[in-house]
């Protein structure tokens, strides 16, 4: 796949702009609150990022991640500005017949779900996803969200309408919703997702998109198989794959 060309914006920043001023004090408090984009590097930046600061003549400015994406602009790998940071997580960890499944939300929706073998494994790769925030206990509205996660992985074809707070790059985003347009039941190919998305030759970007999805279950990428229709690679494990292929399918039915 190839990015479009970044953009620049008809009119450059203000120099009084108070923006520039956390760009160079690099302020975390900013971060959030605005993005910026350097059109010599083809990448967006968080106000605190470390990078060497940018000509102000290759600067815009983008009110959000995705603004700055859907402009042509990459996520820069030292800041990653396309995750959560600066905020706090409520995470619950309940059993499913599929293991141990946590769920984490935001203030603004929820944005991991991952199941594994046991709560510390869990953890641990919830940290490594959202390395600068602040985790928190249950509440009650989180554990009852877990809950019903649980619930979905045991009755499939449950509505399941969430507040999501799910980043990812502009083409994940699109893998992602595919995903969730793929029927219980049903499964297709990584090359079928591409076509469908208009991009035929970009199975391999739908595949680490799969890979990459934050949200186990709520965005079925184990729905996804080879062309061949054999099971491929489930970052949370083939046999859970398979399981949870099964319960939909209809041949085992809830708690068999």
């Known amino acids: 796949m190839t990015s479009a060309k970044p953009t620049r914006q008809s009119q450059p920043p203000s120099g009084s702009d108070p923006r520039w001023t956390a760009i160079a004090t690099r302020d975390t408090r900013s971060d959030g609150q605005f993005f910026y984009s350097v059109r010599t590097t083809g990448v967006y930046c968080r106000p605190s990022c470390a990078a060497r600061p940018a000509k102000r003549e290759n600067v815009a400015f983008h009110a959000t991640a995705q603004e700055a994406e859907r402009a042509g602009f990459r ?9 959560i940071s600066g905020a ?3 995470v619950a960890i309940v059993k499913s017949s599929l293991g141990y499944v946590l769920v984490a939300r935001s203030a603004k929706g929820v944005c991991a779900i991952l199941l594994g073998d046991s709560p510390s494994l869990l953890e641990r790769d919830l940290r490594r996803r959202f390395p600068q925030v602040r985790l928190l206990g249950s509440d009650a509205d989180i554990e009852s969200l877990a809950a019903e996660v649980a619930r979905l992985i045991q009755n499939p074809r449950a509505i399941l309408d969430l507040p999501l707070d799910v980043r990812g790059t502009a083409f994940q985003q699109r893998v992602w919703r595919a995903l969730r347009e793929i029927a219980v039941g049903s499964t297709v190919s990584y090359a079928e997702v591409a076509q469908r998305l208009g991009a035929p030759r970009s199975v391999r970007a739908v595949a680490q ?15 996804v198989v ?7 690679g489930y970052r949370w494990g083939i046999e859970r794959k398979r399981a949870l292929l099964t319960l939909e399918s209809g041949r085992c039915t809830p708690g068999c």
Do not use: E, M, T
Request: aromatic share 0%; glycine share 2%; charged share 25%.
């Open 88 to 90: 706090a997580l409520r």
């Open 209 to 223: 998109a799969c890979a990459a999805n934050p949200l186990a279950v709520l965005i079925p990428c184990h729905r």
């Open 226 to 232: 080879r062309h061949d229709g054999a099971l491929s």
């Open 75 to 83: 996520p820069c790998k030292r800041c990653r500005p396309d995750r």
